[in-house]
Every structure is written in structure tokens, then in C-alpha cells.
């Protein structure tokens, strides 16, 4: 991969706005808003059930438990679900048996998310600034173990240190813009635990935090609340999709406006916004299969240039 001029890296710093990224987004979700929208429903029901039953108040076993659940499964899951939406925005196709992705490569994926979890509570000591910025720098080390599972653990995350230099406060404001669809997204949800809360005494649940803990714990596996958070699976597909934009911009893999790519990305044929006039231009890339320097033929013969030269010996 040809080295940027502005990054001195293998990666790009990524000019686009989040409008063109939220754009291409649209473009590659285009009839697979349900299709992804299922699979992130998948995931929360994997991972919150289990929990929900499991983390039973006033017992430490069973809470151990309902915890190692947590840590084991949200590496395979995390990486099920990057593989999936590099496929999406790709224009691939996949679906929820792409989670089965995950626990093929479910011990790189746990030993990468522990090591993610434990590096950004370390910089989170320092203070909550930091950690936001240790999150950003290793926030694509799984879409890169996606794309290359034969990677180490701790090779992704050096890369997507290296990835994301320069170009952390272009994700946090990307991540930023989706605050508005989130916020209207959780009003459903808001609502309906509200009115959960007031079935209890809200005086003596606050007076211990086990009673507290536990009525919490009663509100959320509510199937009404559940359902009430729909809409924030669809911002999330919406996001997930966008940050797919971002990574692909970032490692180089596609181009707005023209330069290289490396995808063909029927999703992101059209209009989008250049990053530098604000114009719309045409989404380009570069073919995958490149015709082999020996099938070229050894001479070329320009017609226009042959004639130029003629003229020339002819004047001469």
C-alpha cells in the first residue's frame, strides 16, 4: 500500500466529512436496513440474556459467572459484528451467520478485546480525557483482525494506533454528529423505564444499593423495554456502517473524488460531497484484477502521436 504524503504511514488521514461518510453509509444500508437491524438484535440478546439471568442479586456465584460470560463473549461478538459490516459497506453478502465469524477466531477475539479493555481503563486513571483518546487509537483494531484474522492480537492493536493517528478527532466527530438520532432514538426506551420506575417505591429503593441494583435489573428484562429500544439498533447499523466508511478511507481502501481503491463498491457509485470544494463528484476506485504485465503487448501505438510526428518530419 503506497505511503500518504500528509501521514507518513500506510494509512491516510482521512479529509472526507462525516456527511460524505454518513452518505456512503445510506448508499451501502440501501435494503439491508432490516437485515442489519436483526443481526445487532441478535447480538444484544446473546449477550444480555444470559446476563440477565444469571446475575441473580445476593448471589456472588452466579454473578462471577453472569461476569466471565460478559468478558468471554463480547470479543467473538465484537468481531462477528466488524466482519459483518466490512461486508455490508462492501457490498457482500452476509447476515447473522456471520457472528459465526467471531467464534471461529473466538480466542484472538477475547485475548484482543481484554487487552482493548485493559489498555483503555489504565488510560482512564489518568483521567477520563485520556481514555476517550485510548479508545479512539484502538478503535478499528477489530475491523483490521476482520480483515485479516492470521493477525495477532496486539499487531491490531498497533496498527490501529497507527491507523488512527491523525485522525481520532475525525471518528469522535463522525460518532458526534450520530448524537441527535441517538438521543431521539432512546426517547421510547427513556419513557417506557419511566413509568416502570414509578410501580416502585422509589424512597425505599434508593435507600440501599442492592435493592437498587435489583430493580434496575427488573426494569430492563421488561420485554416492553426491550422493545422500546429498537430504534437505537437502527442508529447503531447507521453508525457501524459509517465508521466501516471511515476505516476504509483511513487504511486506503477506497477514495472520494478520485485516487486509489482497492474494493468495488457498487453502494458507493453515485454523488457524494468532495471534501475540499463541497462540490459533488463521483465516487471512484481502482479494479481489483489488474491485467499482468505479460499479457500487455510489447509496443503501443498512439494514432495521434504518430500523426503529430509525421507533421513534424514533414515540416522539417
Known amino acids: 500500500m503506497p505511503y500518504d504524503n500528509m501521514s507518513y504511514s500506510p494509512y491516510r488521514i482521512v479529509q472526507e466529512t462525516p456527511r460524505t461518510m454518513r452518505a456512503l453509509a445510506r448508499q451501502a444500508l440501501a435494503g439491508r436496513w432490516l437485515e442489519s437491524f436483526l443481526l445487532l438484535v441478535v447480538v444484544a440478546a446473546i449477550s444480555s440474556v444470559p446476563q ?30 466488524a466482519y459483518y459490516f466490512i461486508k455490508l459497506f462492501r457490498q457482500q453478502e452476509g447476515g447473522i451467520d456471520d457472528l459465526r465469524y467471531g467464534a471461529s477466531y473466538a480466542a ?9 479493555i485493559i489498555r483503555i481503563f489504565l488510560w482512564s486513571l489518568l483521567f477520563v480525557i485520556p481514555g476517550i483518546i485510548a479508545a479512539l487509537r484502538y478503535s478499528m483494531a477489530f475491523n483490521i483482525l476482520a480483515d485479516d484474522p492470521g493477525k495477532a492480537p496486539v499487531q491490531c492493536l498497533m496498527e490501529s494506533s497507527e491507523m488512527m493517528r491523525g485522525n481520532k478527532m475525525g471518528l469522535f466527530i463522525l460518532a ?18 419511566g413509568i416502570q420506575m414509578r410501580a416502585f417505591d422509589l424512597g425505599a429503593v434508593m435507600q440501599t444499593p442492592e435493592l437498587y441494583y435489583e430493580t434496575v435489573a427488573k426494569i430492563s428484562s421488561n420485554p416492553l423495554v426491550a422493545l422500546a429500544g429498537v430504534p437505537m439498533y437502527i442508529v447503531n447499523a447507521y453508525l457501524n456502517t459509517a465508521e466501516v466508511a471511515f476505516y476504509d478511507l483511513a487504511n486506503g481502501n477506497l477514495s472520494v473524488g478520485g485516487g486509489m ?29 489488474v491485467k499482468p504485465a505479460e499479457d500487455l503487448p510489447e509496443t503501443f501505438e498512439d494514432p495521434e502521436l504518430k500523426e503529430a510526428e509525421s507533421r513534424y518530419s514533414d515540416e522539417e
Open 261 to 289: 481503491g482497492g474494493y468495488d463498491y457498487y453502494g458507493a457509485k453515485g454523488s457524494v460531497e468532495d471534501p475540499f470544494t463541497g462540490e459533488n463528484v463521483t465516487f471512484t476506485d481502482v479494479p481489483t484484477e
Open 108 to 116: 484472538k477475539a477475547i485475548a484482543l478485546y481484554l487487552h482493548m
Open 52 to 81: 440477565m439471568i444469571l446475575n441473580a442479586p445476593g448471589n456472588a456465584v452466579l454473578s462471577f459467572v453472569a461476569t466471565l460470560y460478559s468478558l468471554l463473549i463480547q470479543g467473538p461478538l465484537s468481531l462477528g459484528v
Open 176 to 193: 458526534l454528529t450520530f448524537i441527535g438520532w441517538a438521543l431521539l432514538a432512546s426517547i421510547p426506551q427513556s419513557l417506557v423505564e
